[in-house]
């Protein structure tokens, strides 16, 4: 199985990535991570779409996207959840991550970013701000059974 966790920066993908590698035991890939694959980003890519292939045929493998041309390299089939979180929520995020303070331009570009996947396909959505990642987890075990 292959998921797609889908989001804005500080949505809550990782925290969700987390629970699910920690419960489901899947092996999770962050962005562009998978370059590290190889010395070309061509073979990189096609070692990392063979390795999307092999969990799609029975493995678990949740892969972390929060940049659109990342969604190309899902594979057909591939549950894609779209993690979610509003704008105040991100921006507090971010700034906890630069030390308590956010930068006006940065501000800017969260919000230019805010709603960047609204318009894409889903099978599931998640609230990175107040959802249960141990409960979303259960759900996932259910799908992946069935």
Do not use: W
Not at 53 to 76: F, H, K, N, T, W
Not at 83 to 99: N, S
């Amino acid at each position: 199985m292959v998921i797609g966790l889908i989001g804005e920066n500080c949505s809550g993908k990782s925290t969700l990535a987390d629970e699910i590698k920690k419960r489901l035991h899947a092996e999770v890939v962050t962005g562009k991570d998978y370059l590290r694959m190889a010395k070309s980003e061509a073979e990189a890519t096609a070692l990392f779409r063979r390795k999307l292939a092999d969990a799609a045929d029975g493995g678990m493998l949740v892969y972390v996207i929060s940049d659109r041309e990342q969604l190309a390299l899902l594979p057909d089939g591939a549950v894609r959840i779209h993690v979610r979180a509003d704008l105040e929520t991100i921006k507090a995020r971010f700034a906890a991550r630069m030390g308590g303070k956010l930068p006006a331009p940065v501000a800017a570009m969260l919000e230019r970013k805010h709603g960047m996947f609204d318009g894409e396909r889903f099978d599931a959505v998640y609230d990175g701000a107040l959802g249960d990642p141990a409960a979303f987890c259960d759900a996932l075990a259910l799908l992946r059974e069935a």
